[in-house]
């Protein structure tokens, strides 16, 4: 194995487990967000070369799941809604109700425009600030904000809608 390989493995096996969190928050399907990460790792062998010799070759993985994301036209298509998988664990809590909460929470995200879920996947399960988040996506912090700032008031508008029809 070349040093470039070995270099490609130790970073894939350093980030592959957060990357598959970001592409679960990202697609909201677990084979989804398995697809997602390995199409971003096979391109990413390809260039390995140069993406490896950056200073943070796993920002660079990160980036690149998100732009495959918000990239992949054959998810546009699909008119499933993405939703999260029961956990099987005996519990003293009400899981029903926790289910459809997280269920309810999947389909608030998934009605969000791509870019607005995606930054607000990026803000606040990843933590990042939002010049990395411009960053990442190419666009202005000021974008960043503003598309923040949108996908809140349509998740606000839709909590209250919910309520008012309790």
Request: hydrophobic share 45%; glycine share 4%.
């Amino acid at each position: 194995m070349t040093t470039d390989a070995l270099s490609f493995d130790e970073v894939v096996r350093a980030s592959e487990r957060r990357l598959l969190r970001l592409g679960l928050m990202l697609t909201g399907g677990v084979h989804s967000a398995e697809d997602l990460v390995q199409t971003v790792f096979a391109r990413a062998y390809r260039r390995w070369a140069r993406i490896g010799a950056l200073d943070h070759p796993e920002a660079y993985l990160r980036t690149m799941v998100v732009n495959e994301f918000l990239g992949w036209r054959r998810l546009l298509k699909n008119s499933e809604v993405p939703l999260a998988e029961p956990v099987d664990q005996a519990s003293r809590e009400d899981i029903g109700s926790r289910l459809a909460q997280r269920d309810a929470a999947w389909r608030l995200l998934a009605g969000l425009p791509r870019k607005q879920r995606t930054v607000l996947v990026l803000r606040y399960y990843e933590d990042l600030p939002d010049s990395e988040i411009a960053e990442v996506l190419g666009i202005a912090p000021v974008t960043v904000r503003t598309n923040a700032a949108r996908a809140l008031a349509t998740l606000r508008e839709a909590l209250s809608a919910e309520e008012a029809q309790r």
